[in-house]
T-cell receptor, first 111, second 112 residues
Framework: GAGVSQSPSNKVTEKGKDVELRCDPISGHTALYWYRQSLGQGLEFLIYFQGNSAPDKSGLPSDRFSAERTGGSVSTLTIQRTQQEDSAVYLC?????????FGPGTRLLVL | GENVEQHPSTLSVQEGDSAVIKCTYSDSASNYFPWYKQELGKGPQLIIDIRSNVGEKKDQRIAVTLNKTAKHFSLHITETQPEDSAVYFCAASNQVAYKYIFGTGTRLKVLA
């Protein structure tokens, strides 16, 4: 596809379970970003990848959050032992020449 | 730290009127300023951007102006239509670095 894709589009889980969110960036985009957006709020930076490396993980809220990127392409954001406050939309963006393009997001609901 | 202030947080206009959203940034190294439109249930979509070497850019009904001295940039939408209703985010970035700083968003409502 031409754009950034994310899966699943919606995820409902129980408190304490682990979840994995996937991002497929635009082909050829070397930079990839994860953001979190709580209901009606702005964009909270989580992590940035350049290729497979994550030079800035400073936005990850706790050690329950981790992310990886393989082959300079697909990225996975993992949340372990989910809490209700993790409920939000998780947005992925890929970037080329400094311009970011966003995916549709994964809506996570922790019950 | 670096931040971007965005005003107003909500804006209602009559169809056909103009809408203006303003942002102020703090990092003088910022040199790239995109604007995103986010419709309900969707990810933000880039609608226009401007780099620091120009003061104004226009694309049909949308324009962005930049005042580097004042560290201030604005989005102007003319002849608004109901489909312009959405949340708009500004951002500032130093393209040598990687980080975007986003504004807090403006919820625009165009009344038919």
């Amino acid at each position: 596809g031409a754009g950034v894709s994310q899966s699943p589009s919606n995820k409902v889980t129980e408190k304490g379970k682990d979840v994995e969110l996937r991002c497929d960036p635009i082909s050829g985009h070397t930079a990839l970003y994860w953001y979190r957006q709580s209901l009606g709020q702005g964009l909270e930076f989580l992590i940035y990848f350049q290729g497979n490396s994550a030079p800035d993980k400073s936005g990850l809220p706790s050690d329950r959050f981790s992310a990886e990127r393989t082959g300079g392409s697909v990225s996975t954001l993992t949340i372990q032992r989910t809490q209700q406050e993790d409920s939000a939309v998780y947005l992925c963006a890929s970037s080329f020449a400094g311009t970011q393009y966003f995916g549709p997001g994964t809506r996570l609901l922790v019950l | 730290g670096e931040n971007v202030e965005q005003h107003p947080s909500t804006l209602s206009v009559q169809e056909g009127d103009s809408a203006v959203i303003k942002c102020t940034y703090s990092d003088s190294a910022s040199n790239y300023f995109p604007w995103y439109k986010q419709e309900l249930g969707k990810g933000p979509q880039l609608i226009i951007d401007i780099r620091s070497n120009v003061g104004e850019k226009k694309d049909q009904r949308i324009a962005v102006t930049l005042n580097k001295t004042a560290k201030h940039f604005s989005l102007h939408i003319t002849e608004t239509q109901p489909e312009d209703s959405a949340v708009y985010f500004c951002a500032a970035s130093n393209q040598v670095a990687y980080k975007y700083i986003f504004g807090t968003g403006t919820r625009l409502k165009v009344l038919a």
